[in-house]
Nanobody, 128 residues
């Protein structure tokens, strides 16, 4: 059984930064691609970023490209999302997820169905 636990969320002013973490249990973390999603009230869960099992490939939603950076440390079973230049529209619950495959591709990394394990989420609130 895989467990994913997010942390690092909070309240920040527009223009600020937060570093989100996703700690994974189990020895298979390094064998799978991972992703970050977010869900704002009344909206569907949307893709934010994804990273391959080695960290060599990354993909971003257009809305966060250039502001967010996804990374992972397989030795620590942890994935990160550095969020910079935050905007009020970034306010949401952020979820990490483990992909069903090792190497992600742009055609499928944005679909929630491409992931099989999810964390409980961490709230990010950006004030204007």
């Amino acid at each position: 059984q895989v467990q994913l636990v997010e942390s690092g969320g909070g309240l920040v002013q527009a223009g600020g930064s937060l570093r989100l973490s996703c700690a994974a249990s189990g020895r298979t973390f390094s064998s799978y691609a991972m992703g970050w999603f977010r869900q704002a009230p009344g909206k569907e869960r949307e893709f934010v970023a994804a990273i391959s099992w080695t960290g060599g490939r990354t993909y971003y939603a257009e809305s966060v490209k250039g502001r967010f950076a996804i990374s992972r440390d397989n030795a620590k079973n942890t994935m990160y999302l550095q969020t910079n230049s935050l905007k009020p529209e970034d306010t949401a619950v952020y979820y990490c997820a483990r992909a069903r495959v090792r190497t992600i591709v742009v055609e499928t990394c944005r679909a929630t169905s491409s992931y099989d394990y999810w964390g409980q989420g961490t709230q990010v609130t950006v004030s204007s």
